[in-house]
């Protein structure tokens, strides 16, 4: 059974290695499957903004990483052979990962807001945020793929500690950070 989590093991192990990548605090990954398939269950990465946001330019770099490491899960969820499916990560988008997706949604109005400050609220150039999504996208995509065999190995050390349906499997902030992390972006 443990075989049809493992697309929800990689989604965590995904928000976890990039966040590493682009120099987030990370702590440990914990995940409890409920029932038969990847969706029934729950699942969180420890991301921790272990800096200061001191002005609008760190606002602006803080926002546009964490959406990427927002991306990042749906993205790993559709891994396969070191790629990434775009159509099974919109898929995930819809489904597994529908409240991350909210929260880039949210964050990229943030982005819009501080970068075209100049432009009325009622006035929304949907053309630009859609740019500004595909780009983010994009690099999340790039982070992923480029840290594909360390999401896998991830995903399968938390399979490997889901021992019990409904009982919480962990891997502690020491157990992940064996684990090689390319910082590419």
């Known amino acids: 059974m443990k075989h049809q989590w493992l697309k929800f ?4 192990a995904g928000h976890h290695v990039v966040a590493r990548a682009l120099g987030f605090g990370t702590g440990e990954i914990t995940m409890i499957a409920v029932g038969q398939k990847a969706d029934e269950g729950s699942a969180t990465a420890a991301i921790i903004l272990n800096e200061q946001l001191s002005d609008v330019d760190a606002i602006v770099d803080y926002c546009e ?7 990042a899960g749906a993205i790993a969820e559709a891994l396969s052979a070191g790629k990434s499916d775009q159509d099974k990560a919109n898929a995930a988008w819809k489904s597994t990962a529908v409240s991350d997706w909210e929260k880039c949604k949210e964050i990229l109005h943030v982005l819009y807001n501080i970068k075209l400050a100049a432009k009325p609220i009622d006035m929304l150039d949907q053309d630009y ?18 840290n594909a065999a360390v999401i896998e190995e991830i995903g399968a050390a938390l399979l490997e500690k889901v021992v019990l349906v409904g009982m919480p499997g962990t891997l502690a902030k020491d157990e992940l950070e064996k684990f090689i992390v390319q910082k590419v972006d």
């Open 129 to 146: 945020l859609d740019k500004l999504a595909n780009e983010l996208v994009a690099r999340a995509s790039n982070l992923v793929e480029a």
């Open 65 to 71: 990483r964490r959406v990427l490491v927002l991306c």
């Open 9 to 12: 093991a990689k989604h965590e």
